[in-house]
């Protein structure tokens, strides 16, 4: 199976930053579109940003011009980094990945959430 390993999330000041990352480990053939989703307690998960193959971006308009995301094909790795922190971005974040096995079709991956947390 794919295993995606987040990294980087933990208590921030406001305005301060973070840079959270996504591993994704396995015999993997090529990741095309990857996204960071955040998931406040109650509520559905939301998408925050998204990144395809070919690094083409969207991002949800409440993280717009604070949150950049990125990706290394080689070291199969999603990034985001996230500037201007506020407390309303206190939430859990989760890396999604669309990947390919060799010898496998293609299915979507979770990771288990990393815990940001803004406050002073």
């Known amino acids: 199976q794919v295993h995606l390993v987040e990294s980087g999330g933990g208590l921030v000041q406001p305005g301060g930053s973070l840079r959270l990352s996504c591993a994704a480990s396995g015999s993997i053939f090529s990741i095309s579109a990857a996204g960071w989703y955040r998931q406040a307690a109650g509520k559905q998960r939301e998408l925050v940003a998204d990144?395809?193959?070919?690094?083409?971006?969207n991002y949800a308009d409440s993280v717009k011009g604070r949150f950049t995301i990125s990706r290394d094909n080689a070291k199969n790795t999603v990034y985001l980094q996230m500037n201007s922190l506020k407390p309303e971005d206190t939430v859990v974040y989760y890396c999604?990945?669309?990947?390919?096995?060799?010898?496998?079709?293609?299915?979507?991956?979770w990771g288990q959430g990393t815990q940001v947390t803004v406050s002073s």
């Open positions: 990144i395809t193959d070919n690094g083409a971006t």
């Open positions: 999604n990945a669309e990947v390919t096995l060799f010898g496998v079709t293609t299915s979507y991956y």
